[in-house]
């Protein structure tokens, strides 16, 4: 399968998300590749129902719209996709003023944290099966947004006191601003390869590898929520399928989806 080149990005000064966008966009028929980008969203969503905010022109808001024809399964990678090309050019990017790389690692499965476990990047993979059928001979579209906190907390002030050491920014992380069109053009240049892996079985486990070396959760403690209750274990891998395997009481459980919480030692 050709890799999508994804280099229909369409910029908006404002817009109330891009995920709703080319959600709209994939029911009128859009191919795979489209990107959306936003200077300033008005009614940016999070996972959970949340709303995601940012300053204008602070930080970068994009989502991306594919079509993989996989196994409905495998569907969930597309959230690695667009974490891994997040991760890939976060790595990229020339610093103000360190002479080294901003670590950041991916909390399973959505979130981008530096080394502290502070959010850089949040990921909502949406997707709307139902307007498959009207769209006949394309595969389900599945839209992947991503919001990266680039220059947008300045400081730790900045922030809203509940999210005070729970966010951080690129630029905190940097030590001074960090351009967002070359961090754009570094996703963009990595997403393409990324998406690819989406076709083929290898390709897929190499998604679930890249997932396994960049994740910060395995080897911690977490707490599972699951839609029917929650358990405790040891994150202790990967699945070849990109789950996240948890020991709980001597049982190695495969989660599918669920949110994942990091349990600190003492809390
Ligand atoms: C999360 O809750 O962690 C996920 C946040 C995802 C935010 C991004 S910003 C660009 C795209 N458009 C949206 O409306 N949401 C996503």
């Not at 908006?12 to 009128?28: G, H, K, M, P, V």
């Not at 030590?175 to 390709?203: H, K, N, S, Y």
């Not at 459980?253 to 919480?261: I, P, Q």
Request: net charge negative; hydrophobic share 45%; aromatic share 4%.
């Amino acid at each position: 399968m050709p890799e999508t080149r994804f280099e229909d990005v369409r910029r908006f000064e404002s817009i109330d998300s891009t995920n709703r966008y080319l959600l709209d966009e994939a029911r009128a028929g859009a191919p795979e590749g489209v990107v959306a980008v936003a200077d300033h969203q008005t009614a940016g969503r999070g996972r959970l129902g949340r709303t995601w905010e940012a300053p204008p022109g602070a930080n970068l808001l994009l989502s991306v719209l594919l079509r993989p024809d996989i196994d409905p399964a495998d569907r969930h990678l597309a959230t690695t996709v667009v974490a891994l090309a997040a991760v890939d050019a976060i790595g990229s990017i020339e610093l103000p003023a360190a002479s080294t790389v901003v670590p950041v690692r991916i909390k399973w499965p959505n979130d981008l944290v530096d080394l502290e476990g502070r959010k850089v990047a949040g990921v909502l993979a949406e997707s709307d099966l139902a307007s498959a059928s009207g769209t006949e001979g394309l595969p389900a579209p599945v839209v992947v947004g991503i919001g990266i906190n680039v220059n947008w907390p300045g400081e730790d002030d900045d922030l809203p006191p509940e999210l005070q050491g729970y966010a951080v920014s690129l630029r905190m992380l940097a030590g001074g601003p960090v351009d967002r069109e070359e961090l754009l053009q570094g996703f963009l240049a990595a997403l393409g390869g990324r998406a690819a892996d989406l076709a083929t079985a290898t390709g897929r486990r190499r998604l679930a590898q890249g997932l396994l070396a960049a994740c910060s959760t395995v080897g911690t403690r977490v707490r599972v929520d699951l839609a029917d209750g929650s358990f405790e274990g040891i994150a202790t891998g990967i699945s070849p399928e990109g789950h996240l395997v948890v020991e709980s009481g001597g049982v190695a459980r495969t989660v599918v989806a669920g949110d994942v919480v990091h349990v600190r030692p003492g809390t």
